[in-house]
């Protein structure tokens, strides 16, 4: 840099001097124009210097940023001249030489190489030197005391180039300390050494897996799988000596890949596989991956540990065998097995034990105090002293109880078992089965029942068993049904059946050959012909003849009188006068009288055997197969009103179900002709219509009467009385009036009105009741000359405001019509009130008039026909009982 800026400076000179020689010749302005251009170069030139100057600061912190990366680097760096002299060097380059920079430089770096490598140093520095390559090499080299190191050396030359003198080359030279990297490699190489010799040797098949192929294996490894050569192993898939398929379905290297994944995520898998022996031969090994890491970019090495585990396999399934058995027989018997452990006072027992004892499974161990809870109590002492005897003489035990559950129900419980003991003879505990034989127990009872009812049979119903032996001898008779037949046991017993029943002989002798036979017998007993069916059958224990006889005679006499019902029932069903048709749950017709004959134009013979909607399409329709469900699941059911297919008229139609033995086997469905019912009812609807018109009539004119009435009594009595009075006080012929009889005119008036409204709306019924209001109306009438005579009972409570109206109205147009028509000098009026019922009767000992004359008359009894309307209105029926002469009782009955 120095001689750059030298060279710098006297061009510079060179410069400056040219510029003053110039300056004489040159004009003001150019001499101007020329100082601002020197001035604009100044600056530059500064700018540029301060340039250098920070470049030079740049490059000497870079070296020494250099030199200390030199000096401090981890590895040895030395510069070697080409003779082999020591440059330079850095601090780790002394350290390894083990001596100071200032006695190392200068010195030859062959000294430092150990004597046995200097041959090959001379022979490396002399290639490097000749090549722009960088070498290496490793040799042994020696410190300044003498200590040897491993070292590896990497060379490169440099050219050096001096001022004034030419280039000479150098060897950058670097140096690093492998002795512990070789002394790590002869370990692992001792290691690997060691390992191959336990690999090779051990008794463990071993073999490695790289890739999903085997790329080593030991000897006990090929003795495993019956090789003699490792290639027979090695170079082949993990799967070439399997089977494609394991025992569970699995591909075998689908398996595999996973054992691979799990033991490369996991850290090791175990796993069991089927495998082909070189001969063939099937075995069961138990492989147990472990990965081995290799160098980045390869594929991990799985180790594997063969272990030939087919006689444990074959042994565990014999095991398992043993327990499926034992297992299978404990549950075809339904046996419980338990174990009491006499030191902890703990049962143990299986779920078909708990069940046996009426418990809910339960797998732990339960105090055996639970095991007695369930004895019965009259079982319980007998129970436990077996179970003490048992463990005390070291015997077995076999004992029947009872255990009862918690619902209460009674349980019969078979045990065995007998003390458990340890290899010195002391007894630890007690083990044995239990089973539940409450069928058995169930089943003798049974048996013993039916051998009572057999005897009972025997003794009480007309049946004769008779045993005859191979040869034909009777060995057996008995049963009440032989005093039925008037022979005595004793008579035929040890006779033959040829000497005896000589027409039963071929029967006999079909059974005695093996065969079941059926037959019937007809005798003569106690004065009657006797039906006897008889069922036989071989014995062939005993090798004898079973015969059962059993008297039919009613049976018989009953079929012929069910016969003759049928018959009847029959000839019902065909001279009934409604349409019969019975069909089963499947639609089928079973039944088809006559007049179904009729209604439908079809004969029994062609429908019977025939679905029930084929034969009458018509009726097929989603509401008759409703109404049929309904009817098969038990509820009657009535469609009226449907019109006849091939006739005028209607039919109502009852369904009703068949039952046998309380359950439901088809329909029987009725057909009514209600054509002249329809009819009938029409008129009489017509009737009752013209009925409730006539009735409408009266009511209206009963109620035009009472307002004539009521108009008569205002125009007749009100009317004058106020006429009489307006006269009063107007004067007659202009004298003056007297107020004293205007006032007793307009008195009469008021009272009149009372009167009237009175009759019209009776305040005093509404606020004080039937008994009241009828007494205020006697009192009204009886100054009328005719007394009234009440008799009334029970009307101290209210009644029914409808009842109570009903009542005085009645009563009032009754005595009414009395007063205006009857002549009677007095009137008797009964209101009793008895259970509910209110009687009401009216009697006068008037003229009296003939009833039927009511019906002739059209305007007369019109006050009466108002009465009748209101009294069946409410429910009554009016009485009325008149002679000529001798008065006249109309009474009725209305509920209160």
């Avoid at 070498?135 to 410190?143: D, F, P, T, W, Y």
């Avoid at 003699?228 to 399997?242: E, F, L, P, S, Y």
């Avoid at 069910?562 to 048709?581: P, W, Y």
Wanted: glycine share 6%; with cysteine.
């Amino acid at each position: 840099m120095d001689a750059a800026l030298g060279s710098l400076r006297s061009r510079a000179e060179r410069q400056r001097y040219l510029v003053t020689q110039a300056v004489e010749n040159q004009t003001p302005q150019e001499i101007q124009r020329m100082i601002q251009e020197l001035q604009v170069h100044q600056i530059e030139l500064e700018m540029q210097n301060e340039e250098l100057l920070r470049a030079q600061a740049e490059v000497q912190t870079a070296r020494e940023q250099y030199v200390d990366l030199y000096d401090f680097a981890p590895v040895g760096y030395f510069t070697l001249t080409a003779a082999g002299l020591i440059e330079q060097l850095n601090l780790c380059a002394s350290r390894l030489l083990g001596s100071v920079r200032q006695r190392l430089a200068g010195r030859r770096f062959e000294v430092f190489v150990a004597p046995s490598n200097r041959l090959e140093f001379g022979q490396f520095l002399t290639r490097v030197l000749n090549t722009t390559r960088t070498l290496s090499c490793e040799i042994v080299l020696q410190r300044e005391d003498g200590s040897l190191f491993y070292a590896q050396l990497e060379g490169l030359r440099m050219e050096h180039t001096l001022a004034n003198s030419p280039a000479q080359q150098q060897c950058r030279l670097a140096v690093l300390d492998t002795t512990a990297r070789r002394v790590a490699t002869a370990a692992l190489a001792t290691s690997e050494a060691r390992f191959r010799r336990l690999f090779n040797d051990s008794r463990d098949a071993v073999v490695l897996l790289q890739g999903h192929m085997y790329i080593d294996c030991n000897n006990a490894a090929l003795a495993l799988l019956g090789a003699t050569r490792k290639d027979q192993i090695v170079g082949h898939n993990a799967w070439a000596h399997c089977p494609s398929h394991q025992p569970d379905g699995r591909r075998t290297i689908d398996m595999l890949r996973e054992s691979v994944d799990e033991a490369l995520r996991t850290g090791s898998k175990r796993c069991d596989a089927r495998m082909n022996k070189a001969t063939g031969e099937e075995i069961w090994v138990e492989a147990v991956l472990t990965p081995i890491e290799e160098g980045a970019g390869k594929p991990p090495v799985i180790h594997m540990l063969w272990r030939d585990v087919t006689a444990e396999r074959a042994a565990a399934a014999q095991v398992r065998e043993s327990e499926s058995r034992l297992s299978l027989a404990l549950e075809a018997s339904e046996t419980g097995v338990f174990t009491w452990d006499i030191a902890s006072n703990r049962l143990e027992w299986d779920q078909r034990a708990q069940t046996i004892f009426g418990y809910e499974y339960n797998p732990r161990l339960v105090p055996i105090e639970m095991l007695g809870k369930r004895f019965h109590a009259d079982d319980s002492g007998r129970v436990w002293e077996a179970i003490e005897a048992a463990i005390a003489a070291q015997s077995p035990m076999a004992l029947d109880f009872r255990v009862v559950w918690p619902d209460g129900s009674l349980h019969h419980v078979s045990a065995a078992g007998r003390a458990v003991t340890d290899e010195l003879g002391k007894t630890r505990g007690f083990a044995g089965v239990v089973r539940d034989v409450t069928s058995i127990y169930a089943a003798e009872e049974e048996l013993h029942y039916k051998s009572l009812v057999m005897a009972s049979v025997l003794d009480h119903l007309p049946v004769v068993l008779t045993r005859v032996a191979a040869d034909g001898t009777i060995l057996e008779r008995t049963g009440s049904g032989l005093v039925t037949l008037g022979l005595p046991s004793e008579a035929i017993v040890g006779h033959n059946v040829r000497n005896v029943f000589p027409h039963l002989l071929p029967e006999i002798e079909t059974v005695l050959s093996g065969q079941r036979l059926e037959f019937m017998t007809w005798a003569k007993g106690k004065g009657r012909q006797l039906t006897i069916r008889n069922y036989a059958f071989f014995d062939e224990q005993q090798q004898q003849a079973i015969v059962l006889g059993f008297d039919e005679t009613e049976v018989e006499d009953k079929k012929k009188q069910l016969q003759a019902e049928k018959e009847f029932t029959e000839s019902l069903l065909e001279n009934s006068v409604d349409g019969i048709v019975a069909f089963d749950r499947e639609g089928t017709i079973t039944a088809w009288n006559v007049k179904a004959a009729t209604y439908f134009c079809q004969e029994a013979a062609d429908v019977l055997g025939q679905p029930i909607f084929e034969v009458l399409p018509h009726l097929d329709s989603e509401e008759s197969r409703q109404i049929v469900e309904r009817v098969l699941a038990g509820e009657q059911v009535l469609l009226p009103g449907q019109a006849f297919e091939h006739r005028a008229g209607h039919y109502d139609v009852y369904h009703v179900p068949l039952r046998q033995e309380n359950e439901i086997t088809g329909i029987l469905a009725i057909f009514r002709d209600v054509t002249e019912r329809d009819r009938l009812a029409e008129e009489a609807t017509q009737l009752r219509l013209r009925q409730q018109q006539e009735v409408l009539s009266a009511i209206l004119t009963t109620q035009e009467t009472e307002r004539k009435r009521i108009a008569e009594a205002l125009h007749n009595g009100l009317g004058q009385l106020l006429y009489a009075a307006k006269l009063s006080l107007e004067g007659r012929a202009g004298s003056p009036s007297s107020p004293r009889a205007s006032l007793k005119l307009l008195h009469e008036a008021i009272r009149t009105t009372r009167t009237i409204s009175f009759e019209l709306t009776p305040g005093i019924l509404e606020d004080f009741g039937l008994r009241t209001a009828l007494e205020e109306l006697s009192k009204r009438i009886t100054p009328t000359g005719l007394p009234v005579h009440l008799h009334l009972t029970n009307l101290e409570q209210r009644l029914r405001p409808t009842v109570e109206i009903a009542v005085y109205r009645i009563v009032q147009e009754l005595l009414n019509n009395i007063m205006k028509h009857s002549q009677a000098t007095e009137v008797e009026v009964h209101v009793a009130r008895e259970k509910g019922h209110v009687a009401v009767s009216v009697e006068d000992n008037g003229r009296g008039f003939e009833p039927d004359a009511l019906t002739t008359l059209p305007l007369a009894g019109m006050g009466l026909s108002g009465v009748r309307n209101r009294v069946a209105l409410l429910g009554g029926e009016l009485s009325i009982k008149s002679q000529l002469g001798r008065g006249t009782i109309i009474s009725f009955e209305l509920d209160d």
